[in-house]
């Protein structure tokens, strides 16, 4: 499996994508952000459009664009030890989505029980 099979999913984990590690985290802050004040929800989001157009800007240079350096089109693909070494990551940004699967819902109920009822 070549490393550029890799790279779209998690450039897609870190534009925020559903069902993938980064769209918690930004949900929650987005959430926060619009619940405390409007203005630094609208900020937030946009900072994330201006995140995914750079992803996606930074991936067509990498695999669509030309190669400048003639030394990189002999560049060997990722041998055992590096698949084993990324693989593993790849799994996790999987999981890491699925709040029951890494007991973010625990960890959240535990924070609304801390928090005084003003600030939840």
Request: charged share 15%.
């Amino acid at each position: 499996m070549p490393v550029r099979h890799l790279l779209p999913g998690h450039c897609a984990g870190l534009v925020g994508l559903p069902l993938l590690n980064g769209f918690i985290g930004e949900f929650l802050v987005l959430s926060g952000a619009f619940q405390a004040r409007p203005i630094y929800g609208i900020l937030a989001a946009t900072g994330v459009i201006w995140s995914a157009g750079y992803l996606l800007w930074m991936y067509q240079r990498v695999f669509f664009g030309k190669v400048t350096r003639e030394v990189n089109n002999t560049l060997p693909d990722l041998n055992l030890r590096e698949k084993a070494a990324l693989s593993p990551i790849a799994i996790a940004a999987l999981v890491m989505a699925w709040p029951r699967w890494f007991g973010s819902a625990r960890l959240i109920r535990r924070c609304n029980n801390t928090l005084p009822p003003s600030r939840r």
